[in-house]
């Protein structure tokens, strides 16, 4: 079975603070995804990454970057966190070829105060 | 501008009825479409699927009905359960696209 794991369930931060968030696979998969999940808006894509230190914007990157210095663990990282940033962050998985179904991580709830 | 739409924000049903769930996309060089489950406070999880060659797909009390010509395709669950109480969303890709886009999602409440 594909587990996608994440750092942390809930978090809690300040606004300006720089925050980190951590996704690890143990699939071996090429392909690693960020999201936001937002109510009426459905999963947006941050970034995404097709292969070690190879990363490519999504829909909304506007202040986020990422980082994937090795195949199994992708990092998002708010450079300066904002309220418009508190939101259920999920991280996903995929093999580079074949199946398109994206596995994903438990998320993790992001509050900026 | 989103290329995925699930008009339905909401959808009630009895438990042991069918539930239907609509989905309408607008690119037409999408062409794998996809069903995701999601709990609250969990991931989503992979429901079922269906390629662009096939007009139906079959997984237990799961099918998916794709309607190219009307870019519009439906989930069927039947008979609906209290554990199918949860948020759906639609998903769609092109070919070799990395990327899969959402819609907004449905969440289904299963009344006992």
Same mark, same amino acid.
């Given at each position: ?5 994440? =750092? ?7 606004? /300006? %603070? ?20 937002? #109510?009426?808006? /459905? ?17 909304? #990157? %506007? ?8 195949? %199994? ?19 996903? =998985?995929?093999? /580079?070829?074949?199946?398109? %179904? ?12 | 501008?989103?290329?995925? +739409? ?13 539930? $239907? ?15 995701? +489950? ?11 699927? $269906? ?16 309607? +190219?010509? *009307? ?14 109480? *949860? ?6 890709? *092109? ?16 009344? *006992?």
């Amino acid at each position: 079975d594909v587990k996608v794991t994440q =750092s942390s369930r809930y978090l809690v931060k300040r606004t /300006g %603070e720089k925050v980190f968030l951590e996704c690890v696979q143990d699939m071996d998969h090429e392909n690693m995804f960020w999201y936001r999940q937002d #109510p009426g808006l /459905g999963l947006r894509l941050i970034y995404f990454s097709y292969d070690v230190k190879m990363k490519e914007k999504g829909d909304i #990157p %506007e202040g986020y970057s990422v980082s994937r210095e090795k195949k %199994e663990r992708f990092s998002l990282i708010l450079e300066s966190a904002s309220t418009n940033q508190t939101s259920m962050y999920l991280c996903a =998985s995929r093999t /580079g070829t074949g199946p398109y %179904e994206q596995y994903f991580g438990p998320g993790t709830r992001l509050t900026v105060t | 501008d989103q290329q995925v +739409k699930q008009n339905s924000p909401s959808l009630s049903v009895q438990e042991g009825r069918i539930s $239907i769930l609509n989905c309408d996309y607008t690119n037409s060089m999408f062409d794998y479409f996809l069903w995701y +489950k999601k709990y609250p406070a969990e991931g989503p999880t992979f429901l079922i699927s $269906i390629s662009s060659i096939k007009d139906k797909n079959e997984d237990g009390r799961f099918t998916v009905f794709l309607n +190219k010509s *009307a870019k519009h395709l439906s989930l069927h669950i039947v008979p609906s359960q209290p554990g199918d109480s *949860a948020v759906y969303f639609c998903a769609a890709s *092109a070919w070799n696209d990395y990327k899969l886009s959402f819609g907004a999602g449905t969440t289904v409440t299963v009344r *006992a």
